[in-house]
Every structure is written in C-alpha cells, then in structure tokens.
C-alpha cells in the first residue's frame, strides 16, 4: 500500500490541516509500506502570489511535519515544484479531462463564491491534483471530507486515460477520517486559511489565545444549558479528548454553570498541553538546517526516481516515445 499526501504552502497550518491531514497521514505511514508528503507550492500559486510569503511558508511547512513526527527513515518529504513531472502529467492528463468534469468542481465554485478571483490555474487545479497522485501510484489519498472529490476526480481521471491509452496508471482511492473529517473554524465554517477563521498550530501563545479567544457562540449565559453538538468551541476541544472524555465534556455543557469563557480557556489549556512536545522538537529543528535541507534532497531524489518511472510509461502508452 502506497499513501500520499500534498499540503499547500499559502500560509500558517492550523488545527484544520492538522487534525484533517497531518495527524492521520502520518499515522498511516507509520503503518504503509511507502508514504510521500509534498507540499504543493505550483497548487499555492492560484491564489497566493507574493513570492516571500511562498518562500516562508513553505520552509515552515517542512519543520511543522518534522515537528508532527514525520519519520525520514520510513517517508518521503518534498517540493512538488522541485519535480517537473508534476505539470507534464497534468498537461496530457489535462487532454482526457472532460470540462464538464472541472465544472461541477465544488471546491473551485466555492472559491470563486468567497471572492477569490479566477484563474486559468484554480479551474485547472484538480488535474494538477489528479498528477500529484498518479505520477507516484499511490493507492491510498487520505483527505479531509473537501477534498474527497478533487481525488474521486484523479480517479475518473486515471480511468478515462487507461480506457483510452490501456492499463498504465494505479486508481486511488480516497480515505476520509470521519471524527475529524471537517475541523470548524472560529466563526464555525470549516477553518481554512483562505477564509481567515483559524487556530495556528504553531507560533505565538499570543495569537493562539486571540484566536480561540473570538470564537463565535451563541449568547447563552453561565448558568443555562448548552447543546455541544452545535458549539465549536466543542467541537474543536473533542479533537483533543478521547470519546469518554468528550462524552463527559458534553455532559459537563448540557448541566449548564459552563459559561463559554472558561470553555475557551479550556480548549487553550488542552491545546497547548497537546503541542507542547511537538513545539519543542519544532523549536530544535530550527537550529538543524543541514539536518533539514538533508531531508529534502534525499526525498526529492527518491521522489523523483518514481516519478521518471510513471511518467516513462505515460510517454510510451500515449505515442511520445
Ligand atoms: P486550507 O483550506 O486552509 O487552504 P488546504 O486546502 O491547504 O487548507 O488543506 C490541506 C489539507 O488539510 C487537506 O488534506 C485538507 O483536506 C485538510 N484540511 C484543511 N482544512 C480542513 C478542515 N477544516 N477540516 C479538516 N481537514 C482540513
Ligand atoms: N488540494 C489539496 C488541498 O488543498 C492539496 C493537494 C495538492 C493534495 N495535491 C494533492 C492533497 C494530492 C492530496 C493529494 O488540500
């Protein structure tokens, strides 16, 4: 079983990207035969154009996976850029892609309706993605639930080329977390970075504390009666609990005398307590560049052994070579 996972650089992780992806893919390569991580830095550019910010959140995306326990030994780590198969397989990927396929792409309408302006690239993105995961046969895709059509599209897409062009490219599948499958944001529509409603992973106390601090609740009092299947601040503290202790949690917001301000610190406390080892090893990394830059040149080299392969195939099946 081959897994693999892309994460975009346009700015801070948050709980989101941690809960949704980072936790379980790395999780899951514990157990896999073969893992790949990349950041998606050619995804960024659809909507991140500012070449410093790029630069920073693209080197701290690697520390925060480094910090998260990604095991060199067992995984792959690398730029998506760094890998020129990337676009050449989703430039004839692109030519068995139906625009009617592209279309119904909820992500990109979604986009678009949150004021994100159109490009040829953010219309295109789910063949890029389709690349992504086809130039290394990965099997296993685990996303969050916002992503589960962009990979049921690779697979459309993946198919229509082996009925087209014969059985060279592996169908994968996507794998979707349903306790965390959509981590809500402070203003409780899923956390994204594109729609400024997120709790960092890292970095400042500060900022951590402002941000669950201005969690949107409703205007319940103390002493009244709180239904936590509706509450964020809730449903963000469950990610942190076993199911017994989220059980006692809920009962503790149903009893009423939880007001919502303590609630919040909670969360803060359980928070910080969780990341605590993680921001130390975090903070030890950034004084090991030559252990990190190591980790990246060898993950490219192998990245890019694979990808020669595929991509060898896919010139053969469809007359370039
Ligand atoms: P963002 O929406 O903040 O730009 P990305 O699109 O870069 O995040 O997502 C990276 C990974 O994190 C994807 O696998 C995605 O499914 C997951 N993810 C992002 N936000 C959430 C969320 N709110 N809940 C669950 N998973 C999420
Ligand atoms: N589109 C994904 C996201 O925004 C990131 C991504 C790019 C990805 N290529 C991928 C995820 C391939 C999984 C597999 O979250």
């Known amino acids: 079983m081959r897994t693999l996972s892309g994460i975009q650089p346009s700015g801070t992780l948050h709980l989101g990207n941690y809960f949704g992806s980072i936790k379980p893919n790395l999780e899951l390569s514990y157990t896999s035969n073969q893992s790949y991580f ?44 760094q890998i020129p198969e990337h676009t050449e397989l989703m430039w004839i990927l692109s030519t068995v892609t139906p625009m009617g ?48 059509q962009h990979v049921e599209m690779a697979r459309d897409i993946a198919m229509k080329f082996n009925n087209t062009f014969g059985e060279t490219l592996t169908v ?44 949107v609740t409703d205007s319940k009092g103390v002493e009244e009666s709180k239904d936590s299947d509706t509450c964020t601040i809730y449903k963000l503290h469950r990610l942190f609990l076993s199911k017994e202790e989220g059980k006692k949690l809920a009962d503790r917001y149903k009893a009423g005398g939880l007001g919502y301000g303590d609630a919040k610190k909670m969360l803060f406390d359980a928070c910080m307590d969780h990341f605590a080892p993680m921001r130390r090893k975090r903070e030890e990394l950034m004084k090991k560049s030559a252990f990190v830059l190591e980790v990246l040149r060898e993950g490219n080299q192998k990245a890019q052994k694979t990808a020669s392969l595929t991509m060898e195939r896919v010139r053969k099946a469809v007359g370039l070579r």
């Open 101 to 148: 396929l592209l279309e119904r792409a909820v992500s990109y309408k979604d986009k678009v309706e949150k004021g994100i302006k159109a490009n040829a690239g953010l219309f295109s993105y789910p063949v890029l993605m389709a690349a992504d995961i086809l130039l290394y046969d990965a099997n296993i895709v685990p996303v969050g639930r916002d992503q589960k």
């Open 172 to 215: 994968p599948e996507p794998k979707i977390r349903e306790d965390s499958a959509v981590v809500p944001g402070t203003d409780g529509q899923k956390m994204s970075k594109s729609y400024g409603n997120t709790i960092p992973l890292f970095g400042d106390e500060k900022v951590i504390k402002k941000a669950i601090m201005a969690i």
């Open 38 to 81: 990349f950041i998606a830095d050619l995804h960024s550019l659809t909507t991140l154009q500012d070449a410093v910010a790029l630069r920073m959140a693209r080197e701290a995306i690697i520390l925060d996976y480094l910090a998260c326990g990604f095991d060199p030994e067992k995984s792959v780590l690398y730029y998506q850029s």
